[in-house]
């Protein structure tokens, strides 16, 4: 099994940051290679796909994200990050950490952040 514990979201003025982490656990991480992505979900819309980074550092990012927001991780703590920079009212989401274990063909999912942005 594999648990996720997103943090960091929050109320944010337009334009301003936030920093988004996700610190995942559990025995196929010491085993299997895995990627992690972001989704955010709002009322009414599908989960749609923010941005990736595959286990050896592939990034992909959203066409309404890109330019804007970077996605990182570090391997050895099994930890993703989201640096979202230049936030619109239009980000406004609950934002989910996604793991997929690619040899076990299975998706873990976090309990979700919420990211406000309005003045």
């Known amino acids: 099994q594999v648990q996720i514990v997103e943090s960091g979201g929050g109320l944010v003025q337009p334009g301003g940051s936030l920093r988004l982490s996700c610190a995942a656990t559990?025995?196929?991480?010491?085993?299997?290679?895995?990627?992690m992505n972001w989704y955010r979900e709002t009322p009414g819309k599908q989960r749609e796909l923010a941005a990736s980074?595959?286990?050896?550092?592939?990034?992909n990012y959203a066409s309404s994200v890109k330019g804007r927001f970077v996605i990182s991780r570090e391997n050895a703590k099994h930890t993703a990050y989201l640096q979202m920079n230049s936030l619109q009212p239009e980000d406004t989401a609950v934002y989910y950490c996604?793991?997929?274990?690619?040899?076990?063909?299975?998706?873990?999912w976090g309990q979700g952040t919420q990211v406000t942005v309005s003045s």
């Open positions: 559990g025995n196929p991480l010491r085993t299997y290679v895995y990627n």
């Open positions: 980074i595959t286990y050896d550092g592939v990034t």
């Open positions: 996604n793991v997929y274990v690619l040899v076990m063909g299975r998706n873990y």
